[in-house]
Every structure is written in C-alpha cells, then in structure tokens.
C-alpha cells in the first residue's frame, strides 16, 4: 500500500508511535491531523513533535465551537448521561474527529485514515461506525489494534525509536480530555478496590481542602442551552471554561465509575467533569420546573437511549435524528435561570425561575392564598380507585397484605 493516509494525531503514546509504525509498515505519507476540542494542550509543539516522529504534514483544526454548539449542547439538552454517571465527554468528540478526518482525507487526496484507537475499547468502534457512514470507501487503519504490543511494549518501542511521550511504565495512566470532561485510566485505576491518588485530579480541588464558604452561580438557559451565567451572556466554550474553573475549584465534577463498555467488558473510569456536572442538574432542575409530568418522565426514557447511541458510535444515524427532532422539540419552553451551590464536592440547586414555570404558588401553598379546591379530592379518590376496589371486590387482594396480619 502507497500513498497518504490522515492520522487522527493527539500526540500521546500510542498516535506517536502510530507514525513511525505506519513508515515503516505501510511506507504511506501520514497528514497527523489534531483537533482542538479544548485540550488546552500546547498545539505548537504537539504539530512540531509530529513532524519530528515523521510526519509529512501537522494539522491542527480548532474545533471548540463546533464541539460546544453541534455536540455538547444538543447531549445536555438530551440530558444524555451514560449509565446515569458520564457525561460522555470522551464519546462525544468522536463523532466529530471522525467527520473532521473525512473531510481532510478529501481535501488531502488521502485514500486512508488511521486512529490510535486499541481493539478494546469503544473509541474504534465510534470512530469506524462514524467514518463508514460518512464516507463508506475509505480505508481505515488502527495500528494499536494491529501492531500487537502492550502498553509496556508500547512504551519500549517509543523508547527505542526516539519518541518522547508523556506516559512511563512508573506513570502509566491513559488521559483524554476537552471542554466536557475528562478521563483517567489505566495503571492501578484497573483495580476497582483502589482509591484513586490525589496526582490523578488536575481539574478538581480534593473536597476536603476546598473552600470553607460555599459559592453560588446562576445559569440562564434559553430553550435548553446555557447562554448566561451570573446574568452576563456569554459564548458556550467561555461558560464552560468558567464552569469547570469553578466549579473544579469547589471539589465539584469527580466521578468513579465501573462502566459496561460497548466491547463486553467492564472497564474501571475515573471522570472529572465540573462544569458538566453544574450544567446537567441545573438543566434538569429547569425542566422539571417547565414541563408535564408525563413530558418529564418520557423523556428520562429518550435520555438513556440518546446516552447510549452516543457511547455506542451511533451519531450519524436516523435514529439520533429522530431522538434529536424530539429533543429539540421538548425546550421549546425550558428557558428560565437556575441557582446552584457549590460546597465541597457538592452542587445543588437552590432555586429556580423561569416565565414558563407550571408551579402556581396559589395551588401550591397551604398558608393564606390557597386557591387549591379541596373539595373536590374525595370525588378524584372516588374515580381514582375504581379499578382497584373493583378488582378487590372481585378478586380479592390474594397474599397482598398477609404479612400485617398476627
């Protein structure tokens, strides 16, 4: 095989290694292509590190807003958690690496891609998924799954080759991260009985050395998106900076989770993620402020299914465009600003506004201003538990009940 190939490059371990091993076994021409989702990495030296390792080409696109406005907001209006702990930071840039990839692959005349992606976990499955349905000839390749080494292996080649690398065999953790969080793996993090170190938090102050006084912000929504916070307007990637900062700060936004990876096996994750963290349950706490019973409690449902289709590398598909038509649909009125407290590694919502709140002060109230007509509940108790005394007249109420009995 000749030619070029577009290498998704982050400049860590395995995509450093990726170009001298795609050299030396395919002889292709490798364009490492970086994409900015907020790693607040030095891009300079990270192109410059590429093209040393033997890059033809170094390629950085800053991508925060698309990320932000395409990606982020649209999964927070979801409410897309998976397995109600990750944010889904991680799964989220994949997508639109993968779209990013394409389009430079077109505009490079490659007639390949790679990813330094390994065979167990879920990011080669959203990264391929991804590029076969966004351009279904193009070839793809992922050295970490082909090559055959291990992590010490890994590093023993970098070594032997002259690639410098963050990672050693005394610090071996796997990190990724961008504006929505980010995530530690790898290391003694594999056994789920260890407490993660303190030196594996970098975006979290330890809860327990965190302010003694509490902070508060207020975040304004518009139809679900954050565009304010305390009350200034502000760009999506600013406010989440400002979020993770302060909320980081507060020991807010550590998350360890044993998830059920797309691959079958369960894998051990640590997550930071402040400013998520904030955003989520402040946008919950609007909805439930904004919307029906029923509304609220359906789209619980539809925020798992989006949680998923987003961890399983099902982004360009119909399905995410039918969820998204009904996502987008269900804040037509989510708009409103909520107050939130951040106090050692807690947030919680203090208070909530919105012109389209459902609450009514005057049904709500049990002082003077009741305008709840309580006359009317025996005869609601009365149509209500019809079909319950009907069955029981019928049918009996059977065991139910038996244990109270002496």
């Known amino acids: 095989m000749s030619g070029k190939l577009v290498l998704a490059y982050s400049g ?25 989702v907020g790693n607040e990495r030095d891009f300079s030296a990270i192109r410059q590190k590429a093209i040393g390792v033997g ?4 390629l950085v696109v800053d991508a925060k807003e698309l990320f932000v406005n395409h990606f982020i907001f649209p999964a927070l209006q979801a409410d897309a958690v998976y397995e109600g702990q990750y944010p889904l930071a991680t799964a989220l840039s994949r997508p639109l690496m993968a779209k990013l990839l394409v389009d430079t692959a077109q505009e490079e005349g490659a007639s390949a891609v790679a990813h330094g992606c390994t ?28 090559w055959g080494m291990n992590r010490e292996q890994t590093i023993s080649y970098a070594q032997q080759n002259g690639i410098l690398v963050p990672v050693t065999a005394a610090s071996p953790y796997s990190i990724d991260e961008n504006l929505w969080g980010k995530s530690i793996e790898c290391g003694v993090l594999e056994d789920p009985w260890v407490e993660p170190s303190e030196e594996v938090f970098t975006w979290t102050r330890s809860p327990g050395e965190a302010s003694d006084e509490p902070a508060y912000v207020e975040i304004g929504f518009d139809k679900g998106i954050p565009v304010t916070i305390d009350r200034q307007e502000t760009d999506g990637v600013s406010l989440i900076r400002r979020l993770n900062e302060l909320a980081g700060s507060h020991g807010v936004g550590r998350i360890d989770h044993v998830e ?9 994750e640590i997550y930071e993620a402040p400013a998520a963290t904030v955003l989520l349950q402040a946008h919950q706490a609007l909805q439930a402020l904004t919307l029906s019973k029923e509304q609220v409690r359906f789209k619980q ?15 360009f598909t119909s399905l995410h465009q039918d969820l998204a038509a009904y996502v987008r649909s269900s804040q037509r009125c989510v708009t409103g600003t909520v107050r939130l407290k951040l106090f050692k590694g807690n947030c919680s919502v203090v208070g909530r506004k919105s012109p389209f709140s459902l609450y009514d002060y005057g049904l709500a109230t049990y002082d003077k ?5 309580q006359g009317a509940s025996p005869g ?3 149509i209500w538990g019809l079909p319950v005394r009907t069955q029981a007249q019928v049918q009996g109420t059977g065991s139910l009940g038996e244990e109270f009995k002496e």
């Open 119 to 146: 065979g167990k976990g879920n990011d080669q499955v959203r990264f391929e998924v991804s590029i076969n349905a966004l351009s279904p000839g193009l070839k793809i390749i992922a050295p970490a799954r082909d």
């Open 260 to 268: 059920n990876r797309l691959v079958g096996i369960k894998s051990r």
């Open 369 to 373: 201003g009741d305008a709840f007509d």
């Open 301 to 315: 449902k539809v925020a798992i299914e989006y949680a998923d289709l987003i961890y399983n590398g099902l982004w």
């Open 380 to 382: 609601f108790i009365h």
């Open 55 to 58: 890059a033809v080409k170094a």
């Open 12 to 36: 860590g371990l395995d995509t450093s290694v990726a170009i001298k091993w795609l050299l030396q076994e395919y002889g292709l021409d490798v364009v490492a292509l970086t994409v900015d």
